[in-house]
């Protein structure tokens, strides 16, 4: 007979009290993601159809709003059919996929924001270069950048995940990411630590490429009003932003790397959600209020969109 392949099959982590609660979960995660899903694509298509808003500021903000819904949705689809099906089961190309959209998002998020700190630096510390620099060509590249590098760098540990073979078959999660993955190997985890490490001092390297442009631009506002006005309208939401992205990449490796059965479930998955919930949620909410020209023509977009529908009826 011919040897045949079956998929390996893993478990994910069933949430606490599933039997009582599994369609509160359910209706709570639809919630979430509708909210995602609303908030982002409706400021992707202000910035789309407003010409005032095509400027390099804003494309990388609708850049950013679409990363937003890509990594979300290597969450909120799996976990509501687990939810409605009440089975937590998951092939481990499924896995792997899962973990390459969730984590290739969220390595995007920093490259963008670091693609946003340049912007704003030359913007407030170079004015008179802005234009020649943040040509539409250079903005395209930019863009690319941040999509190519970080995509690059979450697709090699996976291909290497893939190669080891498995003693274990339960992942300790909601969702798969892949340290979780590397634990069920039965062999040395050292190059995977390795890859790891790299990806670490990468990415750290971008943090402090930001904190760097920052110290910048606060010593070049404290001499020009123009500037301070420039840097509290545009610069805040980008801290903001920072910091929510910081605490729920921390909350990740937290969870990733040290959590145990010692830990409570529910901090367990808190620490786990906070990832995938916090960022998709509040960065459009963040710019959408802080930044006027935004928060005006979607104010106004929404008005118009109402009197339309209150006119057909």
Not at 5 to 23: D, F, G, N, Q, W
Request: hydrophobic share 50%.
């Amino acid at each position: 007979m011919d040897n045949v392949s079956y998929p390996v099959i893993l478990t994910l982590m069933v949430p606490k009290e599933t039997i009582s609660y599994r369609h509160v979960y359910f209706i709570c995660f639809l919630a979430l993601y509708v909210l995602i899903l609303s908030f982002n694509i409706r400021l992707v298509m202000v910035i789309i159809m407003e010409k005032v808003l095509h400027e390099p500021m804003y494309i990388f903000l609708c850049h950013m709003c679409i990363n937003g819904v890509y990594g979300a949705s290597g969450f909120y689809p799996k976990i509501l059919s687990d939810l409605i099906l009440d089975s937590y089961v998951i092939s481990f190309h499924m896995c792997a996929l899962q973990t390459y959209v969730i984590y290739s998002s969220l390595m995007s998020e920093i490259t963008i924001l670091t693609v946003m700190a340049y912007d704003r630096f030359v913007a407030i510390c170079k004015p008179l270069d802005y234009h020649s620099k943040l040509t539409t060509n250079n903005c395209v590249k930019l863009i690319l950048f941040s999509w190519i590098v970080p995509n690059s760098l979450t697709a090699t540990p996976l291909l290497f995940s893939k190669l080891r073979p498995f003693c274990k078959y339960h992942i300790d999660k909601l969702y798969c990411d892949n340290w979780s993955i590397v634990k069920l190997s039965c062999l040395s985890t050292f190059v995977n630590n390795v890859f790891g490490y790299a990806n670490t001092v990468i990415f750290s390297s971008f943090i402090i490429l930001i904190i760097v442009s920052y110290f910048k631009l606060i010593s070049a506002c404290k001499a020009s009003l123009e500037n301070r006005r420039k840097f509290w309208q545009t610069c805040l939401p980008h801290i903001l932003s920072l910091i929510n992205f910081t605490i729920a990449f921390l909350f990740d490796i937290m969870y990733s790397r040290y959590g145990s059965n010692d830990i409570p479930e529910s901090l367990r998955n808190f620490l786990a959600l906070e990832l995938v919930i916090v960022p998709p949620v509040f960065n459009p909410l963040i710019y959408g209020l802080n930044i006027r020209a935004v928060r005006t023509r979607v104010f106004t977009s929404c008005v118009a969109a109402r009197v339309n529908v209150f006119k057909k009826n």
